[in-house]
Structures are given as structure tokens and as C-alpha cells.
């Protein structure tokens, strides 16, 4: 590894930073597959998702260990859907991926998703940035990722760091606030396709039926379900909140598609009103759909956005699209797809603008 870079340097020499965010389930693990073809991108996949989002981003200094003990904890949601069977398509740390694993200790957050799409020796390169990171002087949380992203580009010899994570939309102001001169590319998908393939995530479903459960017992929280909650509920949803939801019988549930057309119009609402936030020449938006048109046209418009050269990879970047993603949603029968589009309306509307 490069000699560390993560001394007692600050904001002076930032990375150029961009964030793509969105609501999840909008093509955009395709994209940082192809931005991780390009010789000037450090592709971060997942990163926020791994380490929690606000959790990593705590107040005052934080010191090396400190900040290492936060990336390479493990994930207990994630080891949890892993022992059940369950784990997400997006987890890239697998059985046999390294000495890790989710039923001996757990796997460290850093390796589940961002680690593996840089090398294949994912082990190794969380020993060698645990040495450094260690020993980093305590600076407030955002100049430790800094310093962390600064260090993985230089490994890779990039000059660009792409970080990308599903359902991230609304952490917008979090990442104005820490990374302030950071760029913002919103992907996003077509409603009812996007809302459609939510409902078949074990994660968004489990969000979807926390909601139903909130919404049905008036409690604020889950912590706060009691047995008098519970009899509110129909027997299904009981079961699944009595038994400390499990994987499985999220699975086997099946909530209205009109449920994830609403939770997929509040988050483009909510997320559009913080991009409004962020000056117009450092957001960009970027429809999977165009991009499945007309690949070619958009890479070039995001290169420019970014700052990059257009990669020689990138000519055959589009075999990572799958065109067959599309129009999902309009083999739902006559009935559900209305009440999809009737639940994606006020998100579609937001997106089309004034």
C-alpha cells in the first residue's frame, strides 16, 4: 500500500467527490459497475449503506481507532438476513470470500459490499487499511473519510471517488454537511418499475411493513409494540412482529404494490426538496431509463458532470444494462397496476417539475 496520506492534512486537498443517490432499486448497482471500469473512478459501492449512514458521522473528533472500530464492526442486520439465508443480492462478502463470516463473529461492515468491488483480496486490503487507519489523528468524522477515501484512491491510482448507495436520497443534507464541495448525481427509475422492485427487496419490503405496523397500531416506533399493539394487527403481521421479523416470513407476506408506489413517491418528494437545496451546477439527474435508451449520450453527459475522460471501457459499459428490467410493472394485473400508478403519481409529478 502507499505510504499513508491520512496524517494531519485537511479540507485543502479534498478529493473530487461525487455522490449518487436515489431511492434504491433504480439500476444504480449497474451503474457503479461501470463507473468502476474507469482508470480515473474509485468506485465506493455501498459505502453509506454498509456503515449505517449517521452512525459514522458522529460529533466532535474522532480518533483512528475509534474511526476503525466504526468501518470494520459488523453489521447485525445484515449478519442476521445472512444466517437466515436471506442476504440481499447486493452483499458481495459471501461464504468463501475470506475468513469472515456472518456465524463466526460477523463480517466487517467495510468488506460486505465496497471492499469486494475493489479487489479480489478483500482481506488483505482491510489488514493493510486497519494498520493505517489506526494510527490517524483524531479530526472530526468527515476528515477521516476523507482521509479514507483519499488513501483507497491512491491505492487504485484514481482521482475521482464515486461513492453509490441505494435508498440514500434522503441523506442528501447529511453529506452536504460533510462533504460541502461534493457533487450530486440523483438516479433515478421509472415509478412503478422502481416501486415494483422494491416490493421484491427483502429490505424495502421489511421498511414497507414497519410502516402498515406503525400505521395500525399508532406507535411511534417498533420499540414501542406491546401486546395491545399486537391485537391491532391482522394475525400475519403479529406473527412477524411477535417472532422478531424474520427473513423469511417477510418474504412469504406480500403487502399491496400501492404501498410501495407511496413509500417510492414520499422519498422522490422528500429527496427532490433537498437536491433543490444544493447549487444547480454540482446535482445532475440521470434516468436509468435513458440510460438503457441511449447509453452513450448519457455516460458522456455524466463524464462531463464529473470531470472525467471518457474511458476506453466504457464503449462496452452498456453490456452491464439490463433492458429487460424495463416495463416490469405492466404485467401486474389491471387493478394493482392502477393502484401502483395511483401510489407512484405524486412522485411522478414531482419529477416532471414545475
Not at 114 to 127: C, K, N, Q
Not at 190 to 206: E, K, Q, T
Not at 252 to 258: G, H, K, M
Not at 262 to 278: A, D, F, R
Request: proline share 8%; glycine share 10%; with cysteine.
Amino acid at each position: 500500500m502507499n505510504e499513508p496520506r491520512g496524517d494531519g492534512r485537511q479540507a485543502t486537498d479534498r478529493p473530487e467527490t461525487v455522490f449518487v443517490v436515489g431511492t434504491g432499486r433504480t439500476g444504480s448497482t449497474a451503474l457503479s459497475r461501470i463507473l468502476n471500469t474507469h482508470p480515473e473512478v474509485l468506485s465506493l459501492n455501498e459505502y453509506l449503506v454498509s456503515l449505517g449512514g449517521d452512525r459514522v458521522f458522529p460529533a466532535g473528533e474522532v480518533s483512528g481507532a475509534r474511526f476503525w472500530e466504526l468501518l470494520s464492526e459488523p453489521h447485525p442486520a445484515f449478519d442476521e438476513m445472512a444466517r437466515q439465508g436471506w442476504a440481499p443480492a447486493e452483499i458481495l462478502y459471501g461464504p468463501g470470500s475470506g475468513r469472515f463470516s456472518a456465524d463466526s463473529g460477523g463480517v466487517p461492515r467495510l468488506c460486505l459490499m465496497v471492499l469486494p468491488h475493489l479487489t479480489d483480496d478483500p482481506d488483505g486490503l482491510f489488514d493493510e487499511l486497519g494498520h493505517e487507519v489506526r494510527a490517524w489523528p483524531a479530526r472530526p468524522a468527515a476528515d477521516q473519510h476523507t482521509a479514507l477515501f483519499r488513501t483507497l484512491a491512491e491505492r487504485f491510482g484514481r482521482r475521482v471517488v464515486v461513492e453509490r448507495s441505494g435508498a440514500s436520497l434522503g441523506r442528501v443534507p447529511l453529506l452536504r454537511r460533510a462533504f460541502p464541495e461534493a457533487r450530486f448525481v440523483h438516479m433515478y427509475r421509472n415509478g412503478p418499475d422502481c416501486a415494483l422492485s422494491m416490493g421484491h427487496h427483502v429490505g424495502f419490503r421489511a421498511a414497507a411493513m414497519v410502516r402498515e405496523v406503525l400505521e395500525r397500531t399508532g406507535a411511534d416506533a417498533l420499540a414501542d409494540i406491546t401486546d395491545d399493539h399486537l391485537v391491532r394487527l391482522p394475525d400475519d403481521l403479529a406473527a412477524w412482529v411477535s417472532q422478531g421479523f424474520p427473513a423469511e416470513l417477510t418474504m412469504a407476506l406480500r403487502p399491496s404494490p400501492a404501498r410501495f408506489g407511496m413509500l417510492w413517491s414520499e422519498m422522490i418528494t422528500e429527496g427532490l426538496g433537498h437536491l433543490s437545496e444544493v447549487p444547480a451546477d454540482r446535482r445532475m439527474a440521470l434516468s436509468y431509463d435513458d440510460l438503457i435508451d441511449d447509453p452513450e449520450a448519457e455516460l458522456d453527459r455524466l463524464s462531463r458532470f464529473t470531470g472525467l475522460a471518457r474511458g476506453p471501457a466504457w464503449s462496452a459499459a452498456w453490456e452491464l444494462l439490463d433492458s429487460g428490467r424495463r416495463g416490469a410493472s405492466l404485467r401486474l394485473p389491471p387493478e394493482e397496476l392502477a393502484e401502483l400508478r395511483e401510489g407512484c403519481a405524486p412522485g411522478e409529478k414531482a419529477l416532471a417539475g414545475p
